[in-house]
Every structure is written in C-alpha cells, then in structure tokens.
C-alpha cells in the first residue's frame, strides 16, 4: 500500500505518492492561490492528489491514507485547522471537509512538524527517536519530536522556538512579542542585517553581487561577497550566525534532542555555516560534561520533508 503526503503551502499544493521505503513515487502541483474559500482549496488538494497518482501509475484503491501539512495550528482532537494566518482559515473542519472529498483516512498536522517528522524518519534524522528540525527561511520555522513522536504542547502550539526572545527589548515581532529569535536568524533577518551594513559602506563587495539594487540582496548574492573576500560581508555572516547559535543552544540545552536538524536555504553552505555554529554552542551548551551531546546536521530532503512527513502521520 502506497500513502500521500500534502504540502499546503500558501504559494502551491505539493503532493506525492510515498512508498513503503519513504519514496516518492508519483508527484503533482497546483496553485493555492490563497485566500479562497476552504472548499475551494480542498478542491484543488484534491486536483493535486489525483495528479500524483496518476503520475505514480497506481488507483486510489491503493492508497491507504493521505497526511497533509498546513500552515497554522491544527486540533488533533476535532481535525479542524484552528488558525492559519497564510489561508486565513478559522475553525475550519478540514479533516472531515478532506475525506468527503478524498474517500480515505486524512491525517492533518501543521506543516513544520510534518518536515520534522519527514526529516527525522527519512532525512538526516535516519529514525533517531529525540530530533529536532529548525528551517531559517522567512521565518524560523520548527519541529520537535521526543520518542518518535511530534511534540504539539497541551494546545497544539508547541514547537514555535522562532518566538523565544534572544534579546529582551530587541526588535519588535509580529508576533508582537521584541527580540524574537526569528527577527535575527531567519534568512530574511540576514537580509535585514546586510542591508544595514552596506548603507554604511558603499566601497563592500556586497554593493556588486547584488548589482547596485537593494532589492537584490539576497542569501545568495551575501554568501558570494564573503567568497570573494568581503570584510563586511564576514562581518554580517559572522554575527548572524552567532545569533543561529545562540537560538540553538537554547534548544539543545532545553531539550538535549540526539540530533538538530538546520534546514532553508542558508543550509545548503554546508560546513561553511555548520562548523561556525557548532563552535558557539560547544561554548554555550550547559551539556559541557556528558558523554552524548547533539548533533547538528544540514537538511536532507529539501522540499520533499513536508511532503513525505505528512504521508507519515499515521504511524
């Protein structure tokens, strides 16, 4: 039997057809165009679903469920979407409103915790049972999982470790809380954080991988500065990355996980950001004396976490 994992992204419906080995055999896209009407969103996971079967070469009699991520917070208890900022959903009866229109058993999680899941079962995790999984995109993104299981708190909320303050008073979150991890190591903190050190100096590297054009800057354009050599460029990428540091040492002095997973797109620099990282948390874990510590580890799926963690949600 063959399962579907669902990514509800607010730009597109990622699907695929995963195998028992946690491959995806059979993939489809659609738009979400979001905000619509949930009815009409569901439409469109259902487009998306019969895509990727079509594309894997199966019937649906094959398939045993189907898991969906989903941006917001998800009740396990009603399968209802509670609050999705993205979709602009409220109280949404999801699971029940999804298996009308699929005939098979919906599993539904917020789309973090299905990439950790995915992540820690078939990525880097390699089925170690304490993980967790932090994604430096737009946001801070995470997901926890103690004894195999997703963490989700006694409200479903759990996991958010973009929102602990690193800096009491710091910059305001739209969270509404200051100083949030995430308005200082998210990929669009670093963006923030070069910006502000060009406008200072306009002799920096940085002025030409983005080609004179502020909108420009990017992971991308900041990392080929450093490469070439760029004084402010390293001096950007240094302190960002002491504040990914910081964050993440709080993480592993929380929860001690057997293995911290570092995901989005900064990522893909490899040792070129790992080593800097854990060389701050060597210093900063309360761990100091014991005999296992965490290990932090680039991402291995990619886009495909969400996917094949939420085809996992029902083991």
């Known amino acids: 039997?063959?399962?579907?994992?669902?990514?509800?992204g607010g730009t597109n419906i990622a699907t695929?057809?995963?195998?028992?080995?946690?491959k995806i055999v059979g993939r489809g896209k659609v738009k979400t165009r979001a905000p619509r009407p949930a009815e009409e969103i569901f439409d469109?996971?259902?487009?998306?679903?019969?895509?990727?079967?079509a594309d894997a070469g199966i019937s649906y009699d094959e398939i045993k469920s189907v898991g969906i991520g989903t941006p917001g917070s998800v009740n396990k208890d009603t399968g209802a979407i509670e609050f999705s900022n993205n979709l602009k959903f409220h109280n949404v009866p999801a699971k029940q409103m999804l298996e009308e229109r699929l005939g098979k058993p919906v599993y539904l999680e917020n789309d973090a915790n299905a990439a950790a899941l995915g992540e820690a079962v078939a990525g880097c995790g390699n089925g170690v049972k304490n993980f967790v999984a932090v994604t430096l995109g737009t946001g801070v993104g995470s997901g926890i999982i103690i004894d195999g299981k997703i963490y989700r708190g006694s409200n479903y909320c759990g996991g958010e470790m973009g929102h602990m303050v690193i800096n009491v008073d710091g910059i305001p979150c739209n969270c509404g809380r200051k100083g949030c991890w995430e308005k200082y190591a998210s990929a669009t903190a670093l963006v923030s954080q070069a910006v502000e050190a060009m406008e200072g100096n306009r002799d920096s590297?940085?002025?030409?991988?983005?080609?004179?054009?502020?909108?420009?800057?990017?992971?991308?354009?900041?990392?080929?500065?450093?490469?070439?050599?760029?004084?402010?460029?390293k001096a950007v990428v240094d302190r960002y990355l002491y504040y990914v540091s910081i964050g993440l040492a709080n993480v592993i002095n929380?929860?001690?996980?057997?293995?911290?997973?570092?995901?989005?797109?900064?990522?893909?620099?490899?040792?070129?950001?790992?080593?800097?990282?854990?060389?701050?948390?060597?210093?900063?874990?309360?761990?100091?004396?014991?005999?296992?510590?965490?290990?932090?580890?680039?991402?291995?799926?990619?886009?495909?976490?969400?996917?094949?963690?939420?085809?996992?949600?029902?083991?």
């Open 44 to 53: 469109s996971i259902k487009e998306a679903v019969d895509m990727a079967i």
């Open 1 to 8: 039997m063959y399962r579907i994992g669902v990514d509800l």
């Open 205 to 233: 590297l940085l002025w030409e991988t983005c080609k004179g054009d502020l909108n420009k800057v990017d992971g991308r354009s900041i990392f080929e500065a450093l490469d070439k050599g760029d004084a402010i460029a």
């Open 254 to 315: 929380a929860l001690q996980p057997e293995i911290v997973c570092i995901g989005g797109g900064i990522s893909g620099q490899g040792e070129k950001i790992l080593q800097p990282i854990r060389d701050v948390v060597k210093a900063e874990r309360y761990s100091v004396y014991a005999d296992k510590q965490a290990t932090l580890l680039p991402a291995a799926l990619g886009n495909d976490a969400g996917i094949i963690g939420a085809a996992l949600l029902d083991e």
């Open 16 to 22: 695929g057809v995963i195998d028992e080995n946690y």
